[in-house]
């Protein structure tokens, strides 16, 4: 899956990650410049639980800054250089692209997340992504429950340039996902992106569609679905978190996107997720426009929270 060598792309992560980063500032500025005792990494720790790095990620942070500093002065320069180098150590197992390695093909992907996580849009991104290294792309319109669910996936599948396939709205998510995997089947489609329902409020009803869809899948092809990735909003913090474990449980979470990271200042949240669970993070979200999703160096996302990019 291409990178973001692009300098545009480093240019929109800075952008994207500077109220988070301007915020992480703001919280450790005052700890700067002083002596590393006790006191004062109890501050540190404080002032990164605040930046929404979770206390996790926050006491890892801590544990580094003793051993290698205790007793030592700190300069905020060199505060920010070692929380940049723990988070990227957090990030680094976890920042992996979503690989198209199925065989047979089509490789099913299911797209699960709440509604207003930036589900749909996610869709037609990671529809781009793989367009982008030339692999033929087919999405699905399984998430039939919502409305406008269906409307609003053929838009982008027409702006995006790939089939859609849907069923009537209301109608059965199962067997529209059957007929997707037939049909890019029979068209040699390499990778078969699935819109699922986002409602958490009866999860009873969600598992038992999603465990319908997993059975249905598993006759034509018992690896699918190969990842069932979970789609989440940055802009919620540390509710984020809990939908994982939701997920998780729900519906077997194999990975994890972050989207809208460029409308808040809770960023660290991709931390506390990556430190917590250490599910993948296939891609993050920094803007509105198609290439605004993408796979993401840790190390340089790492230095961009810390404010040392």
């Known amino acids: 899956?291409?990178?973001?060598?692009s300098s545009s792309w480093s240019d929109r992560l800075?952008?994207?990650f500077r109220k988070t980063s301007d915020r992480l500032s703001e919280n450790i500025a005052p700890v700067g410049n002083t002596r590393l005792d006790d006191a004062t990494l109890d501050e540190i720790e404080d002032a990164l639980i605040m930046s929404d790095l979770g206390p996790e990620a926050a006491g890892r942070v801590r544990e580094a800054l003793r051993e290698q500093r205790f007793g030592n002065e700190i300069t905020e320069r060199q505060l920010r250089e070692a929380v940049a180098e723990e988070i990227a150590a957090i990030l680094r197992p976890v920042a992996k692209?979503?690989?198209?390695?199925?065989?047979?093909?089509?490789q099913v992907i299911l797209v699960i997340g709440v509604n207003g996580s930036g589900k749909t849009t996610t869709i037609a991104k990671l529809a781009h992504l793989f367009m982008e290294d030339d692999y033929e792309v087919?999405?699905?319109?399984g998430d039939t429950f919502r409305a406008a669910a269906i409307g609003q996936l053929q838009t982008w599948a027409d702006r995006v340039g790939v089939p859609l396939v849907r069923g009537p709205e209301g109608g059965d998510p199962a067997s529209i996902v059957f007929d997707a995997v037939k049909r890019g089947t029979d068209e040699g489609t390499d990778a078969l992106i699935v819109d699922t329902a986002g409602r958490l409020q009866n999860r009873r009803e969600l598992m038992d569609e999603l465990a319908k869809i997993r059975k249905v899948l598993g006759?034509?092809?018992p690896e699918a679905p190969h990842d069932v990735v979970l789609v989440l909003d940055a802009t919620n913090g540390q509710n984020a978190l809990s939908q994982i474990d939701v997920f998780k449980e729900v519906a077997g979470v194999t990975g994890l996107i972050?989207?809208?990271?460029?409308?808040?200042?809770?960023?660290?949240?991709?931390?506390?997720?990556?430190?917590?669970?250490g599910l993948p993070i296939h891609a993050i979200g920094v803007g509105e426009q198609l290439d605004d999703l993408r796979?993401?160096?840790p190390d340089l996302v790492a230095r961009v929270i810390a404010g040392v990019a």
């Open 138 to 141: 087919m999405l699905a319109a």
């Open 295 to 297: 796979p993401f160096d």
């Open 219 to 221: 006759r034509l092809n």
């Open 258 to 277: 972050m989207t809208k990271l460029d409308g808040t200042a809770r960023g660290g949240v991709l931390v506390a997720a990556a430190q917590k669970y």
């Open 14 to 16: 800075l952008g994207g």
């Open 1 to 5: 899956m291409s990178n973001e060598g």
């Open 97 to 106: 692209p979503l690989e198209v390695t199925a065989f047979p093909r089509p």
